[in-house]
């Protein structure tokens, strides 16, 4: 069975710090290109992060410099390292994983308030 699981969302203060995972089942992992997209209420589905299976890296403008994606291609799990988060961060972030298809996880919710 294919599934995308992410976990590791909470609430976090302005300037705090989480990590995001997504454990990959059913699919060759290390052929993927894996990704991060969030959603705000209201708003688009936006590309946060991607991670090719070479390991190139790409990343929104908005948080170049404070988030880190990886990956464990023997672990099959993808994480985000969100560091100085910001109040307009706060959205349901979504895996996902491209090669021939597209597949999206359940998404987790990530709240940054004081």
């Known amino acids: 069975q294919v599934r995308l699981v992410e976990s590791g969302g909470g609430l976090v203060q302005p300037g705090g710090s989480l990590r995001l995972s997504c454990a990959a089942s059913?699919?060759?992992?290390?052929?993927?290109?894996m990704g991060w997209y969030r959603q705000a209420p209201g708003k688009q589905r936006e590309l946060v992060a991607t991670?090719?299976?070479?390991?190139?890296?790409n990343y929104l403008d908005s948080v170049q410099g404070r988030f880190t994606i990886s990956r464990d291609n023997a672990g099959s799990t993808v994480y985000l390292q969100m560091n100085s988060l910001k109040p307009e961060d706060t959205a349901v972030y979504y895996c996902?994983?491209?090669?021939?298809?597209?597949?999206w996880g359940q998404g987790t919710q990530v709240t940054v308030s004081s």
């Open positions: 059913g699919i060759i992992f290390s052929r993927y290109t």
């Open positions: 991670i090719t299976s070479a390991s190139s890296q």
């Open positions: 996902n994983a491209q090669r021939t298809a597209i597949l």
